[in-house]
């Protein structure tokens, strides 16, 4: 990848699209971002707007452009897709989802792209080990938001709690971004103190936890029954996983990683810490799980294979 010049290609200009898009120019990541949506109209006016940003931020060659942009790009990010409606689940949208997504992937290669995809179009798990399949690429080069958002939902609500700074909470979420995953609150610490048992000093019970995990894991719904679509947190996410491979960083974050026997799993991507650097994943942290939680990990990654293989079934 070069340092001097980075290259985006955003695949799908919706409310989480746009939102990234602003979020890159406020952080002065990329010096060229190409916007692509079927709604060409709105690609070429967002651009002329976004482009404004630049003479407060960083200068940024920001244009709407079409897949085979892409034959340069360092990376591909795909927010595209039908939006998860009231009362839907992110895996309501999955054979929806796969046929848009099967149209997009294909040309990309086409165009000689060879960088990394950076995935986050719902199911996002799901339909990051379909970018991986169809793409012919190495896994370590097809990364999907995952839990990300629900890692960053957990620590803001654990900082309201504690009276913290959600940036030194130490606790992610796992497994399905979706109705399966869950908070690894046994293994979750603040400045290497355990968290239950911080929590059990400020007087919070573990039924209080799991009402806590429970709002976390249902606070999309609450966002879109509101106000129809949840966007900063996912693009924020997006824009952070971005500035880790852009700086070769190393960072361990929570993605969509693919698992080769981490948590005794593999050929499925899933929510768990990963490391982030200018290759892409370049490695699992796999956390070492309680028995329960380690049985939530496989009930989540069971249901995610299950849709995975019924939905590419379906596309045949």
Same mark, same amino acid.
């Given at each position: 990848?070069?340092?001097?010049?980075?290259?985006?290609?955003?695949?799908?200009?919706?409310?989480?699209?746009?939102?990234?898009?602003?979020?890159?120019?406020?952080?002065?990541?990329?010096?060229?971002?190409?916007?692509?949506?079927?709604?060409?109209?709105?690609?070429?006016?967002?651009?002329?707007?976004?482009?404004?940003?630049?003479? #407060?931020? $960083?200068?940024?060659?920001?244009?709407? +452009?079409?897949?085979?942009?892409?034959?340069? %790009?360092?990376?591909?990010? !795909? *927010?595209?897709?039908?939006?998860?409606?009231?009362?839907?689940?992110?895996?309501?949208?999955?054979?929806?989802?796969?046929?848009?997504?099967?149209?997009?992937?294909?040309?990309?290669?086409?165009?000689?792209?060879?960088?990394?995809?950076?995935?986050?179009?719902?199911?996002?798990?799901?339909?990051?080990?379909?970018?991986?399949?169809?793409?012919?690429?190495?896994?370590?080069?097809?990364?999907?938001?995952?839990?990300?958002?629900?890692?960053?939902?957990?620590?803001?609500?654990?900082?309201?709690?504690?009276?913290?700074?959600?940036?030194?909470?130490?606790?992610?979420?796992?497994?399905?971004?979706?109705?399966?995953? #869950?908070? $690894?609150?046994?293994?979750?610490?603040? +400045?290497?103190?355990?968290?239950?048992?911080? %929590?059990?000093?400020?007087? !919070? *019970?573990?039924?209080?936890?799991?009402?806590?995990?429970?709002?976390?894991?249902?606070?999309?719904?609450?966002?879109?029954?509101?106000?129809?679509?949840?966007?900063?947190?996912?693009?924020?996410?997006?824009?952070?996983?971005?500035?880790?491979?852009?700086?070769?960083?190393?960072?361990?974050?929570?993605?969509?990683?693919?698992?080769?026997?981490?948590?005794?799993?593999?050929?499925?991507?899933?929510?768990?810490?990963?490391?982030?650097?200018?290759?892409?994943?370049?490695?699992?942290?796999?956390?070492?799980?309680?028995?329960?939680?380690?049985?939530?990990?496989?009930?989540?990654?069971?249901?995610?294979?299950?849709?995975?293989?019924?939905?590419?079934?379906?596309?045949?």
């Amino acid at each position: 990848m070069s340092k001097g010049h980075q290259k985006v290609v955003l695949v799908g200009d919706g409310a989480v699209g746009s939102a990234y898009a602003f979020a890159l120019m406020q952080q002065g990541l990329a010096e060229e971002l190409v916007v692509v949506d079927v709604i060409k109209e709105r690609t070429i006016g967002d651009t002329l707007d976004l482009e404004d940003a630049q003479a #407060f931020t $960083a200068p940024k060659s920001v244009y709407s +452009g079409e897949y085979s942009d892409a034959k340069d %790009a360092d990376l591909v990010v !795909i *927010t595209a897709g039908a939006p998860q409606k009231p009362g839907e689940t992110r895996l309501d949208l999955v054979d929806k989802n796969l046929k848009i997504l099967s149209s997009i992937v294909k040309p990309i290669v086409d165009s000689g792209f060879n960088g990394i995809f950076l995935v986050a179009a719902n199911p996002v798990d799901i339909l990051t080990y379909a970018t991986w399949k169809f793409s012919g690429f190495p896994k370590s080069r097809v990364i999907g938001s995952g839990t990300s958002l629900d890692t960053s939902r957990l620590r803001v609500a654990m900082g309201k709690k504690l009276n913290l700074d959600p940036r030194s909470i130490d606790a992610y979420v796992l497994g399905e971004h979706g109705d399966t995953e #869950f908070a $690894a609150f046994d293994e979750a610490t603040i +400045g290497s103190k355990p968290l239950r048992q911080v %929590a059990e000093e400020h007087g !919070i *019970t573990s039924s209080d936890l799991d009402e806590l995990e429970d709002q976390v894991m249902h606070k999309a719904y609450e966002i879109i029954n509101r106000k129809g679509a949840t966007f900063y947190g996912v693009a924020t996410s997006l824009a952070r996983i971005t500035k880790a491979i852009f700086h070769d960083e190393n960072a361990i974050l929570p993605v969509g990683a693919s698992l080769d026997g981490e948590y005794g799993l593999d050929d499925i991507f899933i929510g768990t810490p990963g490391i982030i650097n200018a290759s892409g994943l370049a490695g699992v942290i796999e956390v070492p799980l309680s028995e329960r939680e380690q049985a939530k990990m496989k009930a989540s990654a069971d249901t995610l294979k299950k849709v995975t293989q019924d939905g590419l079934a379906a596309l045949k």
